[in-house]
């Protein structure tokens, strides 16, 4: 009950050994980051994407990845389109207007949300897209940021999807064990992602992804779309401590 004002009992946690014998150093937990900054334009080597792709086949999963130029565009462009006809729904606008964290006192005290610095976006113009939306629904302060949004992804040469049974509670744990052990072999080689969340969760996007790429679905969904490769450190957003939330 999120009514409630003291501490509730809702769940109790075992730890369970694995089956599984993991090859990974347990760093790498603390190490794995998405980045939103620029990435260097450096290719990811071909030994990595096939470690990747057989990760993903050992979960009974697919992944893809395209370093072409013109399918690289063509995919952050409808990334970039998508976000922006999101905004423009009030409801799910307004929602995410709770997610962010527009200063520094702000994400200091509460510790949780989106920093603005962690999304590369100014605290300002953050602020200004959210409070003054309408402004942004008008030329040329729409194409304006629409392009300060593209600037924010200079370098990008990798895109990828996952792809695999993604329908049942079963799928769900399943692609989470596989996303988390995928997410560790790319902290190996120190690289970054960031996903495209909207192309997954707006349906006319992901239609007009899976229609891009000539994806027929079936009963195998493409549930994880996303950009790769190196960047400088990204900021890393203060969290509230274990003792906060878990008693």
Known sequence: DAKKSAPTLFAKLHLVKSEEDFDFDRRL???RRTSRLNYDSKMIDQDVVNELIAIA???GHEFY???DPVTVKSIMDLNRQTIFYDMTN???RNEMKTWFRFSDSEVLSKKDGLWFKCMNIPSYLL???FNQESLFEKEPFKSLLLN???RTMKGTVTVGWLRGPFTSFDDYINAGILFNRFWLELAKHKIY???FGSLITNP????????KMEITEGSSKVWLILRLGYSETPPKSPRLEVTDILF
Do not use: D, R
């Not at 006319?204 to 229609?211: D, G, Q, S, V």
């Open 204 to 211: 006319l996007a992901h239609e007009e992804f899976i229609k």
């Open 193 to 195: 992602i960031h996903p």
């Open 90 to 92: 009030p409801e799910i």
């Open 148 to 150: 300060f949004y593209e």
């Open 65 to 67: 990845v395209k370093s």
């Open 29 to 31: 937990i603390m190490e």
């Open 57 to 59: 086949k050992k979960y």
């Open 127 to 129: 602020g200004l897209f």
